[in-house]
């Protein structure tokens, strides 16, 4: 069974850090191109990060760049996302998703709130 488990996300103030983790079984992990993506309240779902199956190429959206960082670890299954400076359109629920050639599967989602 295919499955992508966020996890890590919570309340955090303005300025502050998360990091989110995305367990994955049942698929190749390895195999797989991973990303983030977010949607905030009112907002479509927006690509925040990803990261080809090596580690080897990383691209970012514009507004999070220098701020977050994606990795993943193939021997754990799992892709990370560290978050920094965090602001308010930081608030969205964060969702993880594996992609190889026409095949894609997505995790149910982490809300993450920053609020003071």
């Known amino acids: 069974q295919v499955q992508l488990v966020e996890s890590g996300g919570g309340l955090v103030q303005p300025g502050g850090s998360l990091r989110l983790s995305c367990a994955a079984s049942?698929?190749?992990?390895?195999?797989?191109?991973m990303s983030w993506y977010r949607q905030g309240p009112g907002k479509e779902r927006e690509l925040v990060a990803s990261?080809?199956?090596?580690?080897?190429?990383?691209n970012y959206a514009d507004s999070v760049k220098g701020r977050f960082t994606i990795s993943r670890d193939n021997a754990k299954n799992t892709v990370y996302l560290q978050m920094t400076s965090l602001g308010p359109e930081g608030t969205a629920v964060y969702y993880c998703?594996?992609?190889?050639?026409?095949?894609?599967?997505w995790g149910q989602g982490t809300q993450v709130t920053v609020s003071s």
């Open positions: 998703k594996g992609t190889r050639l026409w095949v894609e599967c």
């Open positions: 049942g698929f190749t992990f390895s195999s797989y191109v």
């Open positions: 990261i080809v199956n090596t580690g080897g190429s990383i």
